[in-house]
Nanobody
Framework: QVQLVESGGGSVQPGGSLRLSCAAS????????MAWYRQAPGRQRELVAS???????NYADSVKGRFTISRDNARKTMSLQMNSLNPADTAVYYC?????????????WGRGTQVTVSS
């Protein structure tokens, strides 16, 4: 059973930075595609960034140039470095994992970590 635990959320002022981490209990972590989603109050959940098992990254237009996704296969962790944060980034951020051979039905989700950007 896959377990994902997010950490690193918190409150920050506009222009600040946060680093989110996701610890995964996956024996073959290196074969999983990973992603960060977020959901703001009253809005649909959206993809923020993803990284494939091969290391290919993808970002939502709204975070390009500000956020950086990375993974450490040896530590079985994924991170999201968030810089130049603004109030629109306020949301609950979720870590997801999908076997590289699977469809979205195979996704596992963490419980989320709150990020609040406010002055």
């Amino acid at each position: 059973q896959v377990q994902l635990v997010e950490s690193g959320g918190g409150s920050v002022q506009p222009g600040g930075s946060l680093r989110l981490s996701c610890a995964a209990s996956i024996s073959i972590f290196r074969l999983y595609n990973m992603a960060w989603y977020r959901q703001a109050p009253g809005r649909q959940r959206e993809l923020v960034a993803s990284i494939t098992s091969g290391g290919t990254t993808n970002y939502a237009d709204s975070v390009k140039g500000r956020f950086t996704i990375s993974r450490d296969n040896a530590r079985k962790t994924m991170s999201l470095q968030m810089n130049s944060l603004n109030p629109a980034d306020t949301a609950v951020y979720y870590c997801t994992a999908r076997p590289s051979w699977s469809t979205p039905s195979g996704d596992s989700w963490g419980r989320g970590t709150q990020v609040t950007v406010s002055s």
